[in-house]
């Protein structure tokens, strides 16, 4: 007997169940997605991360270099109270930068769902995410990232080999002949030719831990020649005339922030989560450089006052034992943090090549190729443009001034620009006036370096 049919439209379950309230039922998993939130630190993967400890060593080794040694060279154009005063003022503001723009870089992962993101990435997010009149100008602010970052680590590299080259000239014409500097610089990128060509920054880790030994080894031996004759305290400046301010600026700028190497440590970390933080990896690392910087900054103007050059290794004696050691540990610390620095610009131009030719043939000989034509571009540089300080004033105008104040304000500016700025949008307040601080002492900081570089590449050349 075949049952009956059910009519078509009744419920199952007889006319009764027509008067039962209608469930539904969400799957577990549905009702999950509804409150996650995408985290890309549990997404991201790194062939070979940095521990913290690694991580705090290369930051180190980021920013402590030929910057600290010219502190001096900044207190003498601030005098000891603007100095100490401007040098706190100035970590707080590049510290608080990093952390915003890391903070961007991290809402710009979760926005498109992606473990990690370039800086020129994140730029180019933030303009499609910003106002409808900005979105086309996306692709081309991430490519201007990526040149202002490649210029910037250029020019850092740049100001390594001219101080390497320098510190080694004095010691050869001590005992040799005196050749000309430039020698001293193609000798330099010859035997970096091989340590360039490390293309895993855990790898370069032992090398920065015994550039960080030679540093602080030779930073150690030179406190005898800034504690031995004091003179009188009295006669040097507590503060100078305003006007010469933006000279400390650049180099105090140039010596406290690295930011395109503070990135990519940040991006190989096993435990990103760990860097950021009151007690994180980047606040202890910039306490302790700080500490640093102020104390050669301090004890190099008192030690050496007006006569300070733009290094203080170049103050010390060139006939004794000693100060040939101090000046072979530091010079040697500061030519072994090349590779790490290299090391960024080659992450920045590869970063979208990689994404988008993982298949391709010779890439990793591609690679090999920019990273020698980098290393003989920096090295011709510093042939052309052998003054240490000017250069070293263009590299921390430049970098402060884009990286530190003006791409974390715009990225912040335009992520915040759909969802609100705060109470009296105090965020849009914050971010103007970081782009106005970075724009005027750019401008300024730049200019002055450029005009002092120019005439001394026109001396460079009417004497070859």
């Known amino acids: 007997m075949e049952p009956k049919q059910q009519d078509q439209g009744q419920k199952p379950g007889g006319p009764e169940a027509q008067n039962e309230p209608l469930t ?3 799957p577990f998993s549905q009702s999950m997605t509804s409150f996650y939130v995408y985290n890309p630190y549990e997404k991201r993967s790194v062939e070979v991360p940095l521990t913290n400890c690694d991580a705090f060593i290369s930051l180190l080794k980021c920013v402590i270099g030929t910057g600290i040694l010219a502190m001096p060279l900044a207190f003498r154009c601030s005098g000891f109270v603007v100095g100490a005063v401007m040098s706190i003022l100035l970590m707080i503001l590049l510290t608080y930068s990093i952390h915003l723009l890391i903070a961007g870089m991290t809402e710009c992962c979760r926005r498109r769902e992606v473990p990690q993101v370039s800086m020129p990435e994140a730029v180019r997010i933030a303009y499609e995410e910003g106002p409808k009149w900005v979105n086309c100008f996306g692709r081309a602010a991430g490519f201007l990232t990526t040149c202002v970052l490649v210029f910037g680590q250029f020019l850092l590299c740049t100001v390594y080999l001219v101080f390497v080259a320098k510190n080694f000239k004095e010691i050869g014409d001590y005992y040799g002949e005196r050749y000309s500097e430039r020698y001293y610089v193609l000798g330099a990128c010859l035997i970096l030719l091989p340590l360039f060509m490390i293309r895993r920054l855990k790898y370069l880790v032992p090398l920065n831990l015994v550039s960080n030994f030679l540093l602080y080894a030779g930073f150690a031996l030179i406190m005898y020649y800034l504690f031995s004759g004091l003179p009188d305290i009295n006669n040097r400046e507590l503060a100078t005339p305003p006007a010469e301010w933006i000279e400390f600026f650049a180099i105090a700028a140039f010596s406290l922030t690295a930011v395109g190497s503070m990135l990519v440590v940040e991006a190989h970390m096993a435990h990103p989560q760990s860097y950021l ?11 302790f450089i700080l500490i640093s910087n ?11 006052g007006e006569s300070v050059h733009a290094s203080i290794t170049l ?7 000693l100060s040939q050691i101090i000046k072979v540990c530091i010079a040697s610390g500061i030519f072994l943090s090349y590779p790490l620095n290299g090391f960024v610009v080659i992450t920045v131009i590869f970063s979208d090549y990689t994404k988008t030719t993982e298949r391709r043939k010779h890439q990793t000989l591609i690679e090999y190729i920019v990273r020698i034509a980098f290393l003989i571009l920096t090295g011709a540089v510093a042939v052309g443009v052998p003054n240490l300080a000017a250069l070293t004033e263009l590299e921390g105008a430049f970098s402060l001034s884009n990286l530190n104040l003006l791409c974390p304000a715009l990225i912040d500016v335009f992520l915040n620009y759909s969802k609100g700025y705060g109470r009296l949008r105090w965020k849009l307040i914050r971010d103007i006036l970081l782009i106005l601080i970075g724009l005027i002492f750019g401008i300024v900081g730049c200019t002055v370096a450029m005009i002092q570089l120019i005439h001394d590449f026109r001396t460079t050349l009417s004497s070859m």
């Open 24 to 26: 539904i039922v969400i």
């Open 277 to 287: 933080g009151i007690f994180g990896v980047l606040n202890l690392a910039v306490f």
């Open 294 to 304: 102020m104390f050669f900054g301090i004890m190099g103007y008192w030690r050496f």
């Open 315 to 321: 103050n010390i004696p060139k006939n004794e034992i």
